[in-house]
């Protein structure tokens, strides 16, 4: 359903601030109502808001961030900028993940058809709500043709080739995850995930996948463990460049396969845009940018400053970090991997100097409450905030209010046909 939707539905779960239930009748469609285009939209777990009007998305995303600074932090900026809506609504994304599945999900139709289906493989997105069950995606509109023809042609090579797909509940299978990434030129990284050591068939799959597409980069994972995560695991090369180039800002950055980067870049430019802008740099700024990743945002104000000292909790994104100053000519910059409730204490300030201006860009969790507090007691002049949930935005600064005064919000939506937006604030020392 959509805002101004009038239907006849059953609640199947009560929760605390909200009921969950499920459409039986639409009795008069919402004005705003459209039809989506993904033939996967009814059941994907993605892209939930494909059939609402897309410019009072926008409007509701935005009103969403206003209202978690009234309830939550009960402290509101003195203006609120407009929102940043998203120029293209597909093929956005530089980056997706597939699932490979022996337990493909059936629509109520196929059920009821009594039909016996031959096979129950699929590999695509997960049904919403069902960690076992997975739709097969023929064509997904968040990338392009080529990365649909890579998932599509595997999934036909393992079914010629009789390769086992993943089975969640026995955690076993030799094709297990698919993940493609992309830049602004389309080169492409592809990461083939097996479930399995077995490496008669994993060269099988990779020779296939070398000889068939055009991969820029070509790697795979041996994931044995029960759950999908492979940040913990070796990424194996197989061919081509070890790595992507991206373009970002007059700066470039270098993607390999577990790097993170926002996964919208045209809208990356827009976001880091504000945050540059909102931080007014002068040249005897030292700027910390907190939770830096792998030296995004912070690079591209390191030449407008004196000194740039990154933190990052992951080792590998210091190290990319690192090799993208090099890569840029930027010789003012620093980067310390750790825990920033641990590193980011006064021992650390004093050596690498009072920072004027801090740029925060954490997790979708936030900040610990020791590294606001800690960032409150070093008492930057401007303190710039990134988030991609505005919820534990709002809880954080929350916690500045007695030392700064909060001047600006802006959302930008990263993240057309879903519920998620990312906004940037600047606090002003009192």
Request: net charge negative; proline share 3%; aromatic share 10%.
């Amino acid at each position: 359903m959509v805002p101004g939707d009038n239907a006849r539905v059953r609640v199947f779960r009560k929760r605390k601030s909200y009921l969950e239930a499920e459409l039986l009748e639409l009795n008069e469609a919402s004005p705003n109502r459209i039809e989506a285009k993904c033939e996967h939209f009814a059941h994907c777990g993605g892209c939930k808001w494909q059939n609402f009007e897309y410019s009072k998305l926008v409007e509701l995303k935005d009103r969403h961030v206003r209202t978690g600074f009234q309830k939550l932090a009960h402290w509101e900026p003195e203006v609120y900028e407009d929102i940043i809506p998203a120029a293209t609504h597909y093929r956005y994304r530089n980056k997706l993940e597939f699932t490979f599945s022996n337990r493909r999900w059936l629509s109520p139709e196929e059920i009821e058809s009594g039909e016996d289906f031959e096979h129950r493989n699929a590999v695509g997105f997960h049904v919403a709500g069902m960690f076992d069950k997975v739709i097969d995606v023929h064509k997904c509109l968040l990338q392009g043709d080529e990365e649909n023809a890579i998932r599509n042609g595997l999934r036909d090579f393992a079914l010629e080739h009789k390769l086992s797909f993943y089975d969640i509940r026995e955690n076993n299978g030799v094709m297990r995850n698919l993940i493609i990434r992309n830049n602004s030129s389309r080169d492409l990284l592809v990461i083939m995930v097996f479930g399995s050591e077995n490496q008669k068939d994993i060269d099988q799959v990779m020779n296939y996948l070398k000889d068939s597409f055009e991969i820029h980069s070509l790697n795979y994972i041996v994931n044995l463990k029960q759950n999908d995560s492979v940040s913990d695991q070796e990424v194996i090369y197989f061919s081509g460049e070890t790595h992507l180039i991206e373009d970002l800002l007059g700066m470039k950055f270098r993607i390999q396969p577990k790097s993170f980067f926002q996964t919208n870049q045209e809208q990356t430019s827009k976001l880091y845009q504000v945050g540059l802008d909102y931080a007014d740099f002068k040249e005897d700024d030292i700027l910390y940018d907190l939770y830096c990743g792998t030296g995004t945002i912070g690079l591209t104000a390191a030449k407008k400053v004196k000194k740039l000292i990154g933190v990052e909790y992951v080792e590998d994104a210091v190290e990319d970090a690192a090799e993208n100053a090099k890569l840029n000519g930027v010789t003012n910059a620093e980067f310390y991997a750790g825990d920033l409730k641990d590193i980011l204490n006064e021992e650390f300030v004093e050596k690498h100097g009072k920072p004027s201006v801090i740029m925060i860009d954490p997790p979708r969790a936030g900040m610990h409450k020791d590294v606001v507090e800690q960032v409150r007691l070093i008492g930057a002049d401007r303190i710039v905030y990134i988030s991609c949930n505005p919820s534990t935005q709002a809880r954080d600064i929350e916690l500045l209010k007695n030392d700064y005064n909060f001047l600006k919000s802006r959302a930008v939506d990263m993240f057309p046909q879903t519920s998620h937006i990312e906004n940037v604030v600047l606090l002003k020392k009192k």
